[in-house]
């Protein structure tokens, strides 16, 4: 079992090889887009709130029921500033976290569309790319990308993505990509070196 890290510098040769074919794809959001993203956003940020409420409301509903069973008898001092802190909202970091994360996702998406086209027009094949079904406002998103006896998992959170690559022979290994460009050229080679494995055997 292995687990690695992608370094950008491994793909350079690759990358500057592609760079013309990626100036079309720089990931950025049209003006209706970034309306829907802000939108979503506020959505969270209102869900956050809403549920952080609900948890004050229902620890103090607890603190009192607590401190009627009790009566006046004593309590320790830490156990009052353990209960006196609440946790945190966490509002902005969640709507930094859900954001990165759609945005990600959707590069994701279009890398993979990219490489079933690549892989169909070149060698004939196809490949099946499946979701989890999850709402839009989960932190995560998963898919599984199946290829002959090639299975690959991702998960997405926030601005990184976590393959984890399945195979009978080699069993499975890790790899950590920050950038969609990285992912494709990854994702490209382990078709390929599918391909050359089937065809020697």
């Not at 956050?48 to 609900?54: A, F, G, N, T």
């Not at 006046?72 to 909202?89: F, I, N, S």
């Not at 970091?93 to 590069?107: A, P």
Request: with cysteine.
């Amino acid at each position: 079992n292995t687990e690695e890290s992608v370094a950008p510098s491994q793909f350079r040769g690759a990358e500057k090889k592609n760079a013309t074919q990626d100036v079309g794809n720089s990931g950025s959001q049209s003006p209706a887009q970034l309306h829907a993203l802000c939108r979503a956003l506020l959505l969270h940020a209102q869900d956050v709130y809403h549920r952080h409420s609900l948890y004050l409301r229902e620890r103090e509903k607890k603190k009192r029921e607590e401190e009627a069973a009790m009566g006046d008898g004593p309590r320790g001092l830490a156990r009052v500033k353990k209960e006196d802190k609440p946790e945190k909202a966490r509002i902005l970091q969640s709507c930094v976290s859900l954001g990165s994360k759609i945005l990600f996702e959707k590069r994701i998406r279009k890398v993979l569309l990219r490489v079933a086209k690549w892989l169909n027009s070149r060698y004939g094949e196809k490949m099946a790319v499946e979701w989890l079904s999850l709402s839009i406002f989960a932190l995560h998103s998963k898919f599984t990308l199946c290829f002959r006896q090639l299975v690959v998992d991702g998960e997405i959170v926030r601005d990184k993505l976590t393959v984890t690559r399945i195979t009978e022979t080699e069993g499975y290994r890790k790899a950590h990509f920050h950038s969609e460009k990285e992912f494709e050229i990854y994702i490209k080679l382990e078709l390929q070196r599918q391909l050359k494995q089937d065809t020697t055997k």
